[in-house]
């Protein structure tokens, strides 16, 4: 078990060697970002809810908006969240005018431990949190401007669902569960895994 001092230590070389992996990045990062779908994502403040990383992208280039729970008020009088969804709607039609921007609500469960503590571990509250967003932007951008999904993160495995609209779900669980997969080479070639990735930049951001 580590100590205060430990704990301080390591916290910060993770720190320096993630900024220097970022600096590293730099130009890569911009070019990702001018050129990838524009995704706007709201999520609990639970630090577990998948971030940048978990779907594919560099750190950065997801802007994201955090509250208790991810309840938001969805009042035209929220500007703080309208404003943003409008952001990213005009970024998308600026610079990807072929793809519409993504927005995505988060909210996150549990199987072993403990769920949401903002909606006291209720699966049901913690969903609706999530689709009383989804359903009053739909009813003002159409998809091919912004496509609107929701998420569910499970914090046991960090596994993934997404919801699409006329309820079609995509589920990391059952992928995996269906397809039996069990190692990484069940996934990835094994040359692949054998050999280390030569870029010093990428390896360490790939880990």
């Not at 309208?82 to 005018?97: E, F, G, K, L, Y």
């Not at 209720?122 to 009383?132: F, G, H, L, P, R």
């Not at 159409?142 to 609209?165: C, R, S």
Request: hydrophobic share 35%; proline share 3%; charged share 25%.
């Amino acid at each position: 078990r580590m100590n205060t001092e430990q704990y301080l230590d390591q916290y910060l070389q993770e720190n320096i060697s993630e900024s220097e992996t970022l600096h590293s990045m730099k130009n890569v990062i911009s070019e990702f970002a001018a050129r990838a779908p524009k995704i706007l994502v709201t999520k609990c403040i639970d630090g577990r809810v998948h971030g940048s990383k978990q779907k594919g992208y560099p750190a950065t280039t997801i802007r994201f908006g955090r509250t208790d729970g991810n309840n938001v008020s969805t009042d035209k009088n929220n500007y703080w969240f309208w404003n943003r969804i409008d952001n990213v709607v005009n970024n998308a039609q600026s610079n990807t005018p072929e793809m519409p921007a993504i927005f995505i609500a988060y909210m996150h469960r549990s199987d072993l431990g403990l769920g949401c503590a903002a909606h006291n571990n209720n699966e049901d509250d913690a969903y609706k949190a999530i689709t009383s967003q989804t359903k009053a932007i739909r009813k003002i951008f159409k998809p091919e401007n912004l496509y609107v999904l929701e998420g569910i993160t499970n914090t046991d495995t960090m596994a993934e669902t997404l919801v699409f609209e006329e309820s079609i779900r995509i589920s990391t669980e059952e992928i995996i569960k269906d397809f039996n997969l069990n190692e990484l080479s069940d996934v990835f070639y094994k040359g692949f895994l054998k050999y280390p990735i030569k870029d010093p930049a990428t390896a360490r951001f790939v880990n």
